[in-house]
Structures are given as C-alpha cells and as structure tokens.
C-alpha cells in the first residue's frame, strides 16, 4: 500500500500534501532504534544481496522500480551531512559495490544512484544509503 501510494502519486501530490507523506513516511521508518543497524546486525529482517566489512547490500522494502536496492554503510551515518574527510573511501566502496551489483542484476542498459539527504531531499531513514534503482526507463531529472 505504501509503496503504491508512494510510487503513484508522490510526485503528483501538491506541495503541502507531500511534505505531510514525507513526515509520515519518517515517523513510521524511524520508529524505536534504526532500522538499517538491525539489518546491518542481523537482527532486523531483508533480503540481503552482499555484506562486507564496510556496507550490507538489501531489497527495497517498497522497491519504486523493478530493481530498488539499498548500499548501506555498516557504521550508523545519519547523512551526508555528517561525513568527514575520512568517510571518502568507504562512499567510493558504496559506489564500487553498487556498479558490481548493477552487473549481477543485468542492469546493462543502466541504472540510477540516487543519495536522498534531509527531509527537504525526500530522505526518511536517517542511516545514510545509497539507492540503486533499475529496470525500467527512469524519467529526466527536473
Ligand atoms: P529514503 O526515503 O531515501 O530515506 O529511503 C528509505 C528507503 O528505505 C525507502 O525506499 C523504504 O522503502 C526503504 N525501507 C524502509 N524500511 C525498510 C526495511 N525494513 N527494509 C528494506 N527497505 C526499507
């Protein structure tokens, strides 16, 4: 339900009707501890697709595409707000990892790597991710 609401008329909404979405969808994803730390930790339900030292790979719960999947860091990063210079070799392993797992998924035609930050840039779980989206023709930006 959620994901046909999200997908069918997120961008259709007006304004002040997608920023109440936004606030929903962040209440209920943020609900007790972070969800991608448990999912990171094993005790949180998904259907993992690669873990490394650095990043657990899953499905998107509510996938916007034939192929949605998250890059997550291992390690609790709000955003990409709160990266430090010390943080550039893991967000180039996320981008490494994600291209490897765009070629297990046969994106050959390609794909769309999308990072939302914040509540204005459509952000709702407040552990940083890395969206591989795929699958079907994706729309111009803007
Ligand atoms: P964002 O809105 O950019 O913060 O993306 C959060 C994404 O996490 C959304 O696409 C949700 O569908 C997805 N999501 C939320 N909870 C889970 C979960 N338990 N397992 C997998 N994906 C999830």
């Not at 959620?2 to 997120?10: D, E, K, L």
Request: glycine fraction near 8%; hydrophobic fraction near 40%.
């Amino acid at each position: 339900m959620i994901s046909f609401v999200r997908q069918r008329w997120g961008r259709s909404l007006p304004p002040f009707l997608r920023r109440f979405a936004h606030f929903f969808f962040r209440i209920y994803y943020n609900m007790g501890d972070c969800i991608f730390c448990k999912i990171v930790e094993g005790t949180g339900q998904a259907a993992i697709l690669h873990r490394d030292e650095q990043v657990t790979v899953f499905r998107d719960l509510h996938p916007a595409a034939p192929t949605h999947i998250l890059i997550v860091p291992n390690r609790h990063i709000e955003s990409v707000n709160q990266l430090e210079d010390a943080d550039a070799s893991l967000m180039g392993h996320m981008f490494v990892v994600a291209k490897q797992i765009a070629a297990q998924e046969n994106l050959s035609d390609g794909y769309r790597l999308t990072v939302n930050t914040g509540p204005q840039g459509g952000q709702t779980v407040f552990h940083l991710h890395l969206h591989l989206i795929g699958g079907r023709q994706m729309r111009a930006m803007g």
